[in-house]
């Protein structure tokens, strides 16, 4: 397993964001769970992102969510 370290700029984007949609909470932490066994499992969709986030990855964490990272 990985360990994921998370800078404070996402602890606090993750907290506004579960506070305004606690729905999604359960499967933010799924995924995260998920990247810390498999970063690239085909259920996460993680892809290279390119433009302004040009060599950053993004996986998903449902229809309208994202999570980016190196």
């Known amino acids: 397993m990985r360990e994921l ?41 993680t892809h290279k992102l390119s433009g302004k986030l040009f060599g950053l990855l993004a996986c998903s964490c449902g229809y309208d969510c994202r999570i980016v990272f190196l």
Request: hydrophobic content about 30%; glycine content about 0%; charged content about 35%.
């Open 5 to 45: 370290k998370s800078a404070t700029q996402f602890e606090k984007a993750y907290r506004k964001f579960v506070r305004r949609h606690p729905q999604s909470q359960k499967k933010i932490d799924e995924a995260l769970k998920q990247m810390s066994r498999e970063v690239f499992a085909p259920s996460l969709q």
